[in-house]
């Protein structure tokens, strides 16, 4: 018994020194990081841990539901998420709460767009020329063809719509062309806004009066003046170009007559021709006679005329152009005595007035008279045949006049003219 104590106090005396003797340094711990049973011993706690839960470079020690444990390192990139209280956390793709996305996979053009309060999706890249177009309160845009541009024509106007006009607007528009105005003549249209107005502009020359006629000349469209006599009748010569003439003669083998035109018929008749014959109808001639007012008195030495033609004296020939004048008036001279020469004139175009230089062609003689009693009245009359005048044109006659001394007086005057 004696014998067993001493052993027990030497070994308690040993073991005493033993841990008397290892202090463990600074920053280590007591334990046994060797794969063997042994005595504690001073180690550091990287191998002590590394005993205990491995050593893989990266590790994270976590406290899980059974205690702590080792959790290897993660997928490159992923941050250490917290799962929440009662949870282990991990390595995980970083949510929204946390300031992330949620996704780790993107494709180049990928755009975002929040589908939830927590949650946030993709909207992939689509086909080159499409339009991001909203998808309305609580719901994501989506890629889509974009709206058309489109035209409405009018009749006369068109539109050419460049570039992608079907798929180039966010929102659908439109053109609609009108037409206001009128078009001119230089861009094809007519310059008129009323139908009368069109036939007016289509020709080359408006027509300016009652009558007047429009042909095409071979080159051109042209106004025909209207003759307005009533005495004529339309012609083309060998070019095709119209004019007036007067119903001219013919030659013919049978023709039937027919009334009017002053032209009474009983019955039937026809005329029958052998050899030659010429049939022509007598239209009604011109005539005229007035009586101008007197021209004022005059002392010339030279010729003056008496301005009658601007009185009234004027015949337009629808015959053929003969006609018979005739100026019958009464002469006097305040002195005597003196001598008054007197001729018959006439022209076509402005008459001239009393007074003035003579002018226009004569057509009768010169008729000199003498004046035996101072103011006594002499009657003169002064007759004349002109022919090869233009038919439709007027024409003015009038009396020219002269005295050799003192004031020559002209009174009473009377114009006659005869178409015959």
């Not at 018994?1 to 007591?30: D, E, K, T, Y």
């Not at 550091?44 to 976590?62: Q, W």
């Not at 490159?76 to 300031?99: K, T």
Request: glycine content about 14%; hydrophobic content about 40%.
């Amino acid at each position: 018994m004696r014998r067993a104590v001493f052993a027990a106090v030497a070994w308690l005396a040993l073991a005493g020194g033993a841990h008397a003797q290892s202090q463990p340094a600074a920053g280590q711990v007591m334990g046994n990081s060797s794969a063997a049973t042994r005595p504690a011993r001073a180690e550091t706690v990287t191998a002590i841990l590394d005993r205990a839960l491995g050593s893989t470079r990266g590790a994270i020690i976590e406290r899980g539901a059974s205690g702590w444990a080792i959790v290897g390192p993660g997928t490159a990139g992923l941050p250490w998420v917290s799962s929440g209280a009662g949870a282990d956390p991990g390595y995980a793709v970083l949510g929204i709460v946390g300031g992330g996305t949620g996704l780790n996979v993107y494709a180049i053009g990928d755009i975002l767009c929040a589908t939830g309060t927590t949650t946030l999706s993709r909207i992939a890249d689509v086909a080159t020329g499409q339009v991001l177009r909203s998808g309305g309160v609580g719901a994501c845009p989506a890629w889509g063809t974009g709206a058309a541009l489109t035209k409405t024509d009018d009749t006369n106007v068109t539109a050419t719509l460049g570039g992608s006009p079907t798929v180039a607007l966010v929102n659908a528009a439109s053109i609609t062309l009108g037409w206001t105005g009128t078009l001119s003549v230089a861009r094809g249209g007519s310059g008129a806004g009323t139908q009368q107005g069109l036939q007016n502009a289509a020709h080359n020359c408006p027509p300016t009066r009652a009558g007047d006629l429009v042909y095409y000349n071979g080159t051109n469209w042209v106004c025909l003046a209207g003759n307005n006599s009533g005495t004529r009748v339309l012609q083309e010569d060998a070019s095709g170009i119209p004019s007036w003439t007067l119903p001219g003669t013919g030659t013919v083998t049978s023709a039937q007559v027919a009334a009017g035109n002053g032209i009474t018929v009983t019955g039937t008749c026809t005329i029958t021709v052998t050899g030659t014959c010429t049939v022509a109808r007598a239209f009604t001639n011109a005539v005229v006679q007035v009586s101008p007012a007197s021209p004022a008195n005059t002392t010339s030495a030279t010729g003056v005329m008496s301005g009658f033609g601007q009185n009234g004296c004027t015949l337009t020939p629808v015959l053929n152009g003969r006609m018979d004048i005739t100026i019958q008036f009464v002469a006097s001279n305040n002195t005597v005595p003196n001598t008054g020469t007197f001729d018959l004139r006439y022209g076509s175009g402005a008459a001239p007035a009393a007074n003035v230089a003579v002018t226009g062609t004569q057509a009768s003689t010169s008729l000199a008279t003498a004046f035996a009693v101072a103011s006594g009245s002499v009657p003169i009359s002064l007759r004349a045949v002109v022919t090869g005048l233009s038919l439709a044109t007027q024409y003015w006659f009038d009396l020219s006049r002269l005295t050799s001394a003192n004031t020559l007086i002209i009174s009473n005057a009377t114009c006659i003219a005869i178409e015959f």
